[in-house]
Each structure stands twice: as C-alpha cells, then as structure tokens.
C-alpha cells in the first residue's frame, strides 16, 4: 500500500517519469547549422566511423570561394556525436597531398590512440589508413584536428559530441555546436595562407556573417551552445539579449555551484565552452566574437580600401577627400561593415532567414550569427519552409 501511494504520488508529482525524460534528454542531438553529421554504422557492438581527410572547395560567404582542408568534404568536419561509454572506431584516411594523424584533443585513451605523431603513431602517408580504437569514458564537447599545426590552420578540425550517461540538469530543448575558425584568403587567391597573423574570414562553422544559418529557438526553452576554437587568436564570444552559464569546458561538465552570469565568454585557442541560456526574450539575437576586427570581412589592410567615409579627410588634413559619390570605392563587398551595405539577396530564401527585419544583413560580418528566439508562428513557419527546401 506504502509502495502504492508512493507510486501514484510520484505520478502526481512528475518525478517517476523524470528519469526516463531526462534519458531521452541525453540523447538530444547537437544542431550544428552549415555543418553535417558524420554518420556511423554498428559493427559488432561498436560505433564505426569513417572519416576521410582531403582537399575540399568550400564557400564561405557568397561568391568567396576557398580550398582548404578538411574532412569528408566539409570544412569543418562533420560532427561525431557518440554517448559516454560507447565503443567506437574511426577508420581514417589520408587522401591530402602530405602525412597526417588525427588527435583526440581531451580524450583520455592509450598514448598510441592520441594522435600524436611521432610520439604514439607514425604520420598516416597520402593514400594511407589508420584505425583509432577506444571504449569513451567521459562526456562533453570534444574535438578532433590534425596535430600538424599549418594542417589547423588549413582548417582540419571537427566537434566531437560525448553525451553523458548521467543527463545533465536542468535539461536543455535546444543543444547548437559551433566551430570557430580564422583564414587569411589573400585576393586573387582560393588557398588559404597559413603563416598569416591576421585574418579576413573569421567563421562559425565555416560560415562567415551574414552567411552563417541562424539558431531557431522557442521563447521559453532553455539553450545549450557548445563553442570550440583552434587558430591563432583567443575570441571572446557575446550574446545579445540575455545572460548566459558557462556549463562546461573542453575537459567536461562545470559544476552548477561554480556557475556564476555572463553574456561573453573567452574561448581561448584549443578551448571548449558550453553555455546555456533560457531563451526569455522574443528577438533577433547576435552571437559574435566581440574583437572589432572579428565583427568585419575583409578586414586585413591588403584586401580592400584601407580609409573610407569623412576619415580620410580629417586624418590627412585639406587634402582630396575620399569620393564619397564614388561607387566603385565602396564594392569591395563587406569592408569594412561600418559601409553598411544590406543585402538579403543571396540569403532570402534561407528558411531560418524568415521574417528577418529588412536591413538585417548589413549588421552581419565576421565571427557573428544569430540566436532567433521566435514566436510559434514564426517557428512553424520557418518548420514549413525547411520541409520544403
Ligand atoms: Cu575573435
């Protein structure tokens, strides 16, 4: 009878079916706009993947066109998204023009399962194979990159997802991985210049503003985000709008007695940050690294032009001031962003893009996206749009 009430209180008070809840929690995917999953196939009770490192052709704003390296033809790599516990194989292939290895940054395996050549393993050659192998004991936002540092910056790496057994708490109804990056693609060039200092795409998820796809959320719901950074800066990342928790770093779970409000985190080189937010407020939230020059394209002095507006003519004194009426000064598309040139056209169709205020675009440069917190008619809509895409 005690068991009994017991049972039909838990009932009533929502705690006996917590747990099971919380398990399907666990299992929420991680969204990663502009990016793929990297799929996988059960063989004899381990989790196998392939994963192909090569030379892949990527566009990174509309018309800008690079060739760099990545892995199963994205730049980034897709997403590996594995559970704590899990038995899992990467079947890896070289198919670049020089050696390489893949790194395991964070995991706790066998040295000869790390990826550090020299050290564990021999470079996998152009054409070769190696197989990494580990039972995964731990959970968090993990990533994987080559540990040749030119192949980082030619931008080899990829979020690798553990989720917990244990579910985190509270829940989250919304969990976005996003991939930082920085390039210098010098003009009349598609390569990127890997010894550069300074940098003109800066990138979530090899996208750079206004062409990263937006993260759709419902009013209400509690947010995860997962930011991870290889390159050469430190980028401090900030939220619009609303305060958020750091949860989690590259090592793992933060306890919930060390979280403490922010809205810009600093995701150092070779970080992982989760944050996590509930999504009070309707509006069209910028997410950006707040460098200056991380909020622009182009923004290197050999790229465009390097005075504009009123500026010249203060700086140098009476002499020919820049021509403002001049419209083939200011066509240098995206530089600097203070030129503010709004242009929806190649991303209207975009369904995340819906209902977007008219001159949105040209507030959208760099390192920089949008967490969209919308009305239910907004958000079925845009579902209504992406099923027809
Ligand atoms: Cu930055």
């Known amino acids: 009878m005690d068991n009994r009430r017991s049972f039909f209180s838990r009932v009533a008070s929502g705690t006996l079916f917590s747990q099971a809840s919380a398990r ?4 929420l995917p991680v969204e990663t706009p502009d990016l793929p999953k990297l799929p996988h196939r059960m063989v004899n009770g381990v989790k196998e993947f392939h994963l192909i490192a090569e030379v892949v052709r990527v566009e990174l704003a509309p018309g800008r066109v690079m060739d760099a ?10 997403t590996i998204e594995v559970n704590e516990g899990d038995r899992v194989r990467v079947v890896f292939e070289n198919k670049l023009p020089e050696p390489t290895a893949v790194h395991w940054h964070g995991f706790e395996v066998p040295m000869e399962m790390d990826g550090s050549v ?3 393993q021999d470079p996998v050659p152009p054409g070769g194979k190696f197989v990494y192998e580990w039972t995964l004991r731990q959970n968090g936002t993990f990533f994987y990159h080559s540990h040749f540092p030119m192949q980082e910056m030619m931008g080899q790496l990829g979020l690798f997802i553990m989720h917990p057994e244990k579910p985190y708490t509270p829940a989250v109804q919304r969990d976005f991985g996003l991939v930082i990056q920085e390039w210098a693609l010098l003009p009349n060039n598609t390569v990127p210049n890997s010894l550069a200092m300074e940098f003109n795409w800066l990138t979530f998820n090899g996208k750079a503003g206004p062409a990263c796809t937006p993260m759709i959320v419902k009013q209400g719901e509690r947010v995860r985000l ?7 800066d430190h980028h401090p990342i900030h939220l619009h709008g609303m305060q958020f928790v750091v949860t989690g770093t590259e090592a793992g779970r933060v306890p919930e007695t060390m979280w403490y409000p922010q809205n810009t985190v600093l995701v150092g080189v070779a970080q992982a940050r989760n944050i996590e937010f509930e999504a009070k407020y309707l509006g069209d939230w910028m997410l950006h690294c707040h460098l200056p020059h991380h909020m622009m394209n182009q923004m290197i002095s050999m790229v465009g032009p390097i005075q504009h507006g009123e500026h010249a003519h203060h700086m140098n004194g009476p002499v020919e001031p820049y021509p403002k009426n001049d419209p083939e000064k200011k066509k240098v598309k995206g530089y600097p962003q203070d030129m503010w040139m709004a242009d929806d056209g190649p991303y209207a169709a975009k369904p995340e893009n819906y209902g977007l205020r008219e001159t949105w675009s040209a507030a959208m440069g760099g390192m920089m996206t949008l967490v969209r917190v919308v009305t239910p008619a907004v958000y079925e809509e845009i579902q209504k749009r992406k099923a027809a895409r």
């Open 24 to 27: 399907a929690q666990a299992v």
């Open 69 to 78: 390296w990545g892995y199963n033809g994205t730049v980034p790599g897709p």
């Open 226 to 232: 997962r930011l991870i950074n290889i390159g050469m």
């Open 118 to 120: 020299g050290l564990g």
